[in-house]
């Protein structure tokens, strides 16, 4: 059976609309992270779009990080973006947790110096079993350093300093007196009124 034709309206709808160029912040290079068919490139502005670090990178070694962005302005037919969230895979997590290790999970609220509410997820696995008095007091010195430290920091310099691994770095030297980590993650940050995860 023959397809309907489509009507002349439709059709210069169609040919109305056009591709735009979706790009990603300025420290990723300005990659192109995705496209979009619409006919007037401002309807684009708030939408989310969720990109994996690795294709914008090159890097294989952060295939399991994954950005969400949002568009905040368009500019000679481009779409511009700026960092909502910065989310590790579930699965990387799981296997990062075996036998005679613990899992401390912190999680907290804080705003930063641009006066942005941002929520924050933080796992560190430690080298062995320890007594929860310990797993408590890693708890505790990871949730005040870094509520601290982001308070004194713009929202874009902290997920530079998320996705370059500083962060990560220096929580895990800074908490080794208490206890030796395997490793000290940001599962998750992003601004409060983005996405729940």
Same mark, same amino acid.
């Given at each position: 059976?023959?397809?309907?034709?489509?009507?002349?309206?439709?059709?210069?709808?169609?040919?109305?609309?056009?591709?735009?160029?979706?790009?990603?912040?300025?420290?990723?290079?300005?990659?192109?992270?995705?496209?979009?068919?619409?006919?007037?490139?401002?309807?684009?502005?708030?939408?989310? $779009? +969720?990109?994996? /670090?690795?294709?914008?990178?090159? #890097? *294989?070694?952060?295939? &399991?990080? @994954?950005?969400?962005?949002?568009?905040?302005?368009?500019?000679?037919?481009?779409?511009?973006?700026?960092?909502?969230?910065?989310?590790?895979?579930?699965?990387?997590?799981?296997?990062?947790?075996?036998?005679?290790?613990?899992?401390?999970?912190?999680?907290?609220?804080?705003?930063?110096?641009?006066?942005?509410?941002?929520?924050?997820?933080?796992?560190?696995?430690?080298?062995?079993?320890?007594?929860?008095? $310990? +797993?408590?007091? /890693?708890?505790?010195?990871?949730? #005040? *350093?870094?509520?601290? &430290?982001? @308070?004194?920091?713009?929202?874009?310099?902290?997920?530079?300093?998320?996705?370059?691994?500083?962060?990560?770095?220096?929580?895990?030297?800074?908490?080794?007196?208490?206890?030796?980590?395997?490793?000290?993650?940001?599962?998750?940050?992003?601004?409060?009124?983005?996405?729940?995860?």
């Amino acid at each position: 059976m023959a397809k309907p034709k489509k009507s002349t309206k439709e059709t210069l709808k169609w040919k109305k609309k056009r591709w735009v160029p979706i790009i990603a912040p300025p420290m990723l290079r300005d990659a192109i992270i995705g496209e979009s068919l619409v006919m007037n490139p401002e309807q684009l502005i708030g939408k989310k $779009v +969720l990109s994996n /670090l690795m294709t914008l990178t090159g #890097d *294989m070694k952060k295939q &399991h990080i @994954s950005i969400r962005c949002s568009i905040d302005s368009i500019k000679e037919g481009r779409a511009y973006t700026k960092f909502e969230s910065y989310i590790i895979s579930p699965a990387t997590i799981k296997r990062n947790v075996r036998r005679r290790r613990d899992r401390v999970d912190c999680i907290f609220n804080c705003t930063t110096k641009d006066k942005k509410d941002i929520r924050v997820k933080v796992i560190l696995i430690t080298r062995g079993n320890a007594v929860n008095s $310990v +797993l408590t007091a /890693l708890r505790k010195s990871a949730t #005040d *350093m870094l509520s601290k &430290h982001f @308070s004194t920091q713009d929202f874009d310099v902290i997920f530079k300093d998320v996705l370059d691994f500083r962060i990560q770095s220096e929580l895990k030297k800074q908490l080794k007196p208490i206890y030796p980590l395997i490793s000290s993650e940001v599962r998750f940050i992003g601004l409060k009124e983005g996405r729940k995860q």
